[in-house]
């Protein structure tokens, strides 16, 4: 009994204290939202009894391509229908006028209203009512042949087109006993979080001659405004879809960005803001300024950055919305004009690193070399081959390795960012945003895989385990290993480890910079996992230890794979380095010798991002220094005053000695000029490169009519010009096409060939050898 009295009293005072919370913050949401209002975000006194606080709107600022000239997002002015409630007739006083008001505005505004018959049985027995609501496209007419159901429903709603608002509105006060008119204007306004006296937009880009057929018809129209606002528009993207995912896109925001983006007075209001919007958001994060002053970042009706450019610099685009006071009378009717109380600040204007003219080359450069490789799996040999999923996917990058400037970025398939901000656009966007066939869905026109495609790299990881293993004195720059063309480990059970060359050739005795030259897959492998207990390269052969799994993650974490380049944008992958502690966790199985093989040579579980590998050799060619890529030069003001120059970054600079890296040069210039990318080569291209093909498997194994098994794979590219002062690096990623007669040789170095010549203003010569590939021009 005494436990149980004790239990009851500790329970009764629980209760107790839930109440007083419960209470105290009741009375404090109370306070904020009906007491303090505009007063304790203002800092007014009395004055707030007549004078409320209006906001005005920024201009959201302008992208530019590189010339400063050249629009890419602009804010074009346009009109829009906006109701003042306290203007409009009183629900109370003049129902049936403020009715007609807004059923003339929603049938000017073409939106759909509705009516609800209520019991619906007055279907059959009011005389007529059928027929009439047959008549404004409300239901079919019903006849004796449609009897009166056993059981009919409670109520049904008919949709009303906008033509017959009006008839629908006369039909409804003639049966007001069982029909009821909802106009969706009134909901909006009913809905609005907007003050009384601050106007709520109905319909955004009207027509000029919409706009001013409703300011000709104000006297019928009470409370209804035409305002001026702006669309966002984006007129190089319909030419030049691969900008959209650099653009990105803006749209209206959300209730969750709503609490996140605005920033709470107290803690105590941000834990009611985040307690209130808990089942629809989850739990957010919200800042807490006591400083704020005037209105908050932002409305309910306002849009804001969701993609790309646009959200990354939202709070440089948007700028900062103004306040004006307006004195109101008892019946919040505005008295006089408003007063700047905060001017509004527009937003500044960014000016990129991208040329729109270089853009459109480099898409168009991938787009052909994308469509030689689909015309090779159509016409293969193999029928396999003929099997695989259409070839449409590629990235293509190029970058000024001196300072990260991102020169132009293509991820194909693209699209047209002009659907997210334009209406009648709005069922292609649908489309989009839910592809009703497979292969849309494979597509993923959306998807930005330059900086969120996650790819084994290949053989293109070569030139980084080579600078690591000379750093780390695994190997000198003459020391010289045996590639019998396949490297053979034997293994518990009496089964074996093989890992072939991409030909199975007998390469002898080889250094890093011919086995960056030839693509050894054996002398990488044996530099990361080591040779010693391989089988197969005979008792001469030189036998070292190697970097193991733990030397090779370290030194790739020095070119900064496994983590995001920082470039601006959002949605950026980090990639994988895999080691022994992520397989545990991730597979429950042990590492072995052959990850650590499959690792150093771009294959196995390790992904990359082409931004990833771009950013990381243009450390090979630069002599180390890892760059934020960068896609934006200066931001200016609306006047085009410079307001920030953008300097290149430096995030770190690679631990290697420049005569190591030097090497890795030697060898990537060996591929091009004694190896099999012909068409990069000084005579064909008429320019010196070097560089790094990779041809990486993915997918499920593929059992040849031969019974032999193989893979799909990728073509991979990556190359820097010119070779004895590298300005300008490229990569090309065509998916798919790499076991289509060498896809990364004869797809993607011709590519990253013509983009280099593009991008240097170089043409190939007019006395080519035979010897080159034929290069059709974009």
């Not at 002015?77 to 929603?106: D, H, K, Q």
């Not at 996650?454 to 080579?466: A, D, E």
């Not at 060898?667 to 008429?686: F, L």
Request: glycine share 8%; net charge negative.
């Amino acid at each position: 009994m005494i436990w149980g009295n004790s239990f009851s009293h500790r329970l009764w005072l629980l209760h107790v204290v839930l109440v007083v919370m419960m209470g105290t913050l009741t009375g404090r949401l109370y306070q904020l939202q009906l007491v303090s209002g505009d007063r304790q975000r203002f800092g007014g006194t009395v004055e707030v009894n007549t004078t409320r606080y209006v906001p005005v709107q920024p201009r959201r600022g302008e992208i530019l391509a590189s010339d400063g000239k050249t629009l890419l997002a602009e804010s074009v002015p346009t009109f829009a229908i906006a109701v003042m409630p306290s203007r409009l007739p009183s629900a109370r006083s003049e129902p049936e006028r403020r009715e007609l008001v807004l059923g003339r505005l929603a049938q000017v505004v073409e939106l759909t209203s509705t009516l609800a018959i209520s019991p619906t049985s007055a279907l059959w027995t009011t005389p007529g009512l059928a027929q009439s609501l047959a008549q404004i496209g409300g239901t079919t007419t019903l006849s004796q042949s449609h009897p009166l159901p056993t059981d009919p429903p409670a109520m049904r709603t008919f949709d009303v087109s906008p033509h017959h608002t009006l008839d629908a509105i006369e039909l409804a006060r003639q049966h007001h006993q069982v029909l009821t008119f909802h106009n969706p204007i009134e909901q909006l306004i009913s809905h609005n979080t907007t003050r009384y006296y601050q106007l709520a937009v109905i319909k955004e880009n009207i027509s000029p001659d919409l706009a001013l057929a409703v300011r000709e018809n104000s006297l019928h129209l009470p409370g209804v405004e035409v305002v001026e606002h702006y669309q966002r528009r984006y007129p190089q993207s319909a030419r030049i879809p691969s900008l959209s995912h650099l653009l990105g896109y803006i749209g209206s925001i959300d209730e969750c960005e709503l609490v996140t983006e605005n920033p709470a007075i107290s803690w105590l209001d941000s834990l009611l803001d985040i307690l209130g919007h808990t089942v629809n958001c989850g739990i957010l994060q919200k800042h807490i300024n006591p400083r704020v002053i005037g209105i908050l970042p932002y409305l309910h009706n306002d849009r804001i950055g969701k993609y790309g450019l646009e959200a990354s610099y939202e709070s440089v685009l948007r700028g900062s919305i103004g306040i004006n006071s307006l004195l109101v009378d008892a019946f919040e009717r505005p008295v006089g004009d408003s007063r700047v109380r905060y001017p509004v600040q527009d937003g500044q204007n960014l000016v990129l690193t991208i040329d729109p003219a270089f853009q459109l080359q480099t898409e168009h450069i991938l787009h052909r070399w994308i469509a030689e490789g689909e015309a090779r799996r159509q016409n293969a040999s193999e029928a396999y081959k003929r099997d695989y999923p259409p070839i449409t996917s590629g990235v293509a990058i190029a970058m000024d390795p001196r300072t990260g400037e991102v020169l132009s970025m293509v991820s194909l398939p693209a699209y047209d960012n002009n659907i997210w901000v334009d209406p009648s656009r709005a069922d292609e966007l649908r489309h989009l945003l839910n592809p009703s066939d497979e292969e849309l869905q494979r597509l993923s026109p959306l998807f930005n895989r330059a900086i969120a495609g996650l790819y084994p790299p290949g053989s293109s990881l070569k030139q980084f385990v080579g600078a690591v293993a000379l750093q780390k004195n695994v190997i000198g720059v003459d020391t010289k290993l045996r590639d019998p063309g396949k490297i053979i480990l034997e293994e518990r059970g009496g089964t074996n480890f093989v890992l072939p060359n991409s030909t199975t050739r007998d390469n002898g005795e080889i250094t890093v910079s011919d086995a960056l030259m030839v693509s050894s897959n054996v002398f990488f492998a044996s530099v990361a996992g080591g040779n010693e207990d391989a089988i197969n390269l005979g008792a001469q052969a030189t036998r070292i230890q190697g970097l193991g799994i733990e030397g090779l993650s370290e030194g790739l974490g020095w070119f900064h794979f496994g983590r995001t380049t920082t470039i601006t944008l959002p949605r950026e992958a980090s990639g994988r380095v895999p080691d022994p502690i992520w397989k545990s966790h991730v597979l429950r199985e042990p590492w072995t010798t052959g990850d650590t093989y499959n690792t150093a040579i771009g294959q196995g579980y390790l992904e990359v991002t082409p931004l990833q590998l771009i950013t990381a050799a243009a450390a090979v060619a630069n002599g180390g220094t890892i760059y934020r890529p960068q896609l934006v030069q200066v931001m200016t003001d609306n006047t085009g005053a410079v307001i920030h120059t953008q300097q290149p970054e430096a995030l770190s600079h690679v631990p290697i000695d420049p005569t190591y890296l030097a090497v890795v040069h030697e060898g990537m210039r060996r591929s091009v000029t004694e190896g099999y990318n012909r068409a990069a080569r000084d005579a064909c291209s008429g320019v010196s490169i070097a560089g790094k093909t990779g041809t990486a498997e993915f997918g499920a194994v593929i059992t040849r009519a031969d019974g032999t098994q193989t893979r799909r794979s990728h073509a991979w590219f990556v190359g820097f010009a010119p070779y004895e002062d590298p300005q300008v690096i490229a990569l090309v990623l065509i998916e798919g096409t790499g076991d289509l007669n060498d896809g990364s040789a004869t797809l993607a170095v011709p590519a990253v060939t013509q983009i280099i010549q593009s991008a240097l203003g170089i043409q190939a010569p007019a006395d080519r050898p035979g010897y080159c590939p034929d290069m059709p021009q974009w």
